[in-house]
């Protein structure tokens, strides 16, 4: 098995290890919350219509991640609807 590029690296940031405003990260844990709670412990979605509107709100925080950080990081955003892993 190989290693990844030095340069390449992915797994679970924390907010605070990036150059992110504090509203923002604010805004990612609020995020957060929210599907730990949407999902409860049967990790399954109420509805639908809340796994949309999740999906919606996650691209919102997405495009104002990608705005802050700028182009020197590749963000990357994995849709609860499609199931796939989207790239700019």
Do not use: C, N
């Not at 604010?26 to 109420?46: I, K, M, N, S, V």
């Not at 925080?61 to 796939?84: K, Q, W």
């Amino acid at each position: 098995m190989s290693s990844p590029a030095v340069d390449w690296w992915a797994g679970g940031l924390a907010p605070d290890d990036l150059p992110l405003s504090v509203s923002l990260i604010a805004a990612l844990q609020d995020w957060a919350d929210e599907h730990d709670r949407l999902l409860g412990p049967t990790f399954e979605w109420p509805s639908t219509e809340a796994k949309v509107a999740f999906v919606a709100d996650g691209r919102q925080l997405l495009a104002r991640v990608r705005e802050e950080l700028g182009p020197g990081y590749e963000v990357v955003y994995f849709d609860e609807v499609t199931g796939r892993v989207e790239e700019e």
